[in-house]
């Protein structure tokens, strides 16, 4: 599996005609996009994905005018990492999905000649606004993407919508935010995420230091356009593992998330951070003093336990937005496990995941499949053991005094999931396997489950997604051969039962 270091090295250089007026290559891009899906039953059918080639993470979701927009890093040419534009899809409920043309593509010989990278939408004096990442080559004193072949300058800069179907963007000329703060010899300098407070706009970019541990950087702006560094808003401690990629051992924060939520059991408004680093995704949930704007973190967890062995997270670079009831929604690349070349050779990689909404309760990040997503279901399913590929299973893990045995979701090919946790030993930890691999994922939980957990999975072809007590999410990739089993069965026994099994089928949204 590709991280997103990794793709990052193999950079491609644009080679698109330079538009002197400053906006991106869209209409020539589109005009290159295949429109045709490709048929593989190992697609998803009811997750958004393009139409083919590559995508990896999520870029300025954001609702305006009545529709969800949703855009995200894209290669238009091939179904590996590589020429990084921003592709686009519109919904009217955040499941139902019409892809659009490209929205934001390289334009050689600027700052983002090299790629557009990840950033965020807002909205500033009426217009949708996309603050992001741009890559071009530099001598390598200015490199923050340091590959001795090819070094890198990464930059942010600013796109204003110029139509309210955010299908055309005029890029300012030159970079908003056009190097590290002076003096400091970073690990990486990308995925900006503004947000206003009043009338003064703060971003957070994601970076590190070599040798000491990873960051987000904090600015503030009146417009956007002019950017003052405060100081880092979170720091983390470097692993003291050596090793080539500083996302992988500690020193480089990517894709880092900060956002205002309501703590449903005391009604304090808390702040939480999100960012991915050694092969994770972690949030943290604390206290932001607004006079010195410094961020206190209080607790701290990870956002998905899905796993490719043991230190690999397949639900990366997640990001969220308002829903149109001010709700807070998250979404997140769903990553390919095969190898390069199965998936290069299919024509596609990678999916985003269900929205998801986000709460807090005692400072504990709780997760659960947004709503809308019910608005997928066709049908309910009366038959445990005539399940479809795609559908929808819920229960409830009642605890029970029998001895301990796992909860088991298989198909004809065997098990697909497993889930256990002994109370009477230990009933803070939860193991899951995911059937092909001997060693469990232990999460150690800040409590036990609750007395009546609840269990909601969703099957879609190669996908699995998890959600366990509406706190511990579970991402998971499997690829059958042969179209996928219709018959899942599921069984209990030891400290927990299963009681209120419901099961839906779920339409696809993409033509079959």
């Not at 808390?270 to 949030?283: F, P, R, T």
Request: include cysteine; charge should be neutral.
């Amino acid at each position: 599996m590709p991280t997103r270091r990794t793709v990052l090295k193999t950079l491609a250089l644009a080679s698109a005609a330079t538009l002197s007026h400053q906006r991106t290559l869209a209409a020539q891009t589109a005009a290159q996009e295949p429109e045709t899906p490709i048929h593989d039953p190992l697609r998803p059918s009811y997750h958004y994905l393009p139409a083919r080639n590559w995508m990896n993470d999520p870029c300025g979701p954001i609702y305006f005018h009545g529709q969800y927009h949703l855009f995200h890093q894209y290669n238009p040419n091939a179904a590996v990492w590589g020429d990084m534009n921003w592709a686009h899809a519109v919904s009217p409920d955040m499941v139902h999905w019409q892809r659009l043309p490209v929205a934001l593509s390289p334009t050689p010989g600027t700052a983002d000649a090299q790629g557009c990278f990840t950033g965020t939408a807002v909205v500033h004096d009426g217009r949708p606004t996309f603050l992001y990442t741009g890559v071009q080559t530099a001598p390598l004193a200015e490199a923050t993407l340091t590959d001795p072949k090819n070094p890198l300058r990464e930059s942010q800069c600013l796109a204003i919508a110029t139509d309210d179907t955010l299908s055309d963007w005029k890029k300012l000329p030159a970079p908003v935010i056009s190097a590290p703060p002076p003096g400091m010899k970073v690990t990486g300098f990308r995925d900006p995420s503004p947000w206003r407070d009043g009338s003064t706009w703060y971003a957070v970019v994601g970076s590190g230091i070599a040798g000491k541990g990873g960051m987000v950087l904090l600015y503030r702006s009146p417009d956007l356009r002019t950017w003052e560094y405060l100081h880092p808003l979170a720091e983390g401690q470097w692993s003291g593992k050596p090793g080539s990629d500083p996302v992988d051992t500690g020193e480089m924060w990517e894709c880092p998330d900060f956002f205002p939520l309501t703590d449903s059991s005391t009604k304090a408004q808390k702040y939480v951070l999100i960012h991915s680093s050694e092969g994770k995704v972690i949030w943290q949930s604390g206290v932001l003093d607004k006079t010195t704007m410094r961020f206190q973190a209080q607790k701290t967890g990870e956002l998905d336990y899905g796993r490719v062995g043991s230190n690999r997270v397949i639900f990366y670079a997640p990001k969220t937005q308002l829903d149109a009831n001010g709700n807070r929604i998250l979404w997140g690349w769903i990553a390919e496990t095969r190898p390069e070349a199965d998936y290069s050779r299919a024509g596609w990689s990678g999916l985003m995941s269900l929205p998801r909404l986000l709460t807090l309760h005692n400072g504990e990040l709780h997760m659960q499949p947004a709503a809308q997503v019910a608005r997928l279901r066709s049908a309910a399913l009366h038959s445990a053991a005539a399940h479809p590929d795609k559908h929808e299973f819920l229960a409830t893990l009642q605890q029970s005094t029998s001895a301990s045995a796992p909860y088991m979701l298989s198909n004809a090919g065997g098990p697909v999931l497993a889930v256990r946790s002994d109370l009477s030993q230990d009933p803070k930890t939860l193991r899951i396997n995911n059937g092909t691999s001997a060693q469990d994922i232990v999460i150690s939980m800040p409590d036990a489950l609750s007395e009546q957990a609840s269990l909601h999975v969703f099957i879609d072809n190669s996908v699995l997604e998890i959600f366990i007590d509406n706190r511990f999410c579970f991402t998971h990739r499997f690829y059958a051969r042969s179209p996928v089993s219709p018959l899942v069965t599921l069984s209990v026994a030891g400290q927990y039962k299963v009681t209120g099994q419901r099961s839906f089928a779920l339409e696809p949204i993409w033509p079959v």
